[in-house]
């Protein structure tokens, strides 16, 4: 695949000051993309945006803290104004506690729907109608394996991903007739800073699929890479398993 197949396109990655996040960014901008890195921490953001520039990217960094509707859209006017446009959307900042039901406390609840399904929706809603207009677009949510099967200690990060799943269909239905891609990965155990905490958890979820194994992070990039580009474009409100088999069995 060509290294430059994304040239000219601006891609908004959020959640990009580390591990899937970060892997995405710096692929889409080794293959060409202007990536603007969205996240809380500064000090992550800039030091991701730096290493994509010491390897001839280009990127920038944009301060955000997706809690509300304003914010949201407060991020893709910003991203709209630096970029001029944007082409590429990856919805990526999530938060994904586990535990039992019964011990979820309303302020956590509000806080995962607040982030994984509040924000995607109004940077769909602010930066959709645009491509639309240009006729050219692609958004990729990422969403997780626990969204298709009932997992225990798992009911609120997964039904808040059942609910980007459906939002992903929703809107390629929406925005694709004019020319807007909307797809969805569908992310099995990968190892990253913020999975580090479950220990030997991850890696024995992962003995559960055929891999055997939790992914990269540059695993997980490579296939939104991939969704982002015009090499996928007959691919639409698809929820794309990238599980190490998990679907299967």
Known sequence: MNSSYLAGNVALVT???????AATAALLAERGAHVLVAGRDASRGESVTAAIRAHGGKADFLAADLTT????RDLARRATDLGGAVDVLVNNAGIYP???????????????????VKAPYYLVAELAPAMAERGHGSIINLST?????GMAGMALYGSSKAAVNLLTKSWAAEYGPRGVRVNAVGVGPTRTEGTAQMGDALGTLATHAP??????????????????SDEASFVHGAIVPVDGGRVAV
């Open 15 to 21: 959640g990009a000051t580390s591990g899937i996040g």
């Open 69 to 72: 509707a304003e914010a949201a």
């Open 98 to 116: 586990f535990g039992p039901t019964a011990d979820t406390a309303e302020d956590q609840f509000d806080a995962v729907y607040a982030l994984n």
């Open 145 to 149: 394996m626990v969204a298709d099967f």
């Open 211 to 228: 891999a055997g194994r939790p992914a990269s992070p540059q695993e997980i990039a490579s296939v939104i890479a991939f969704l982002a």
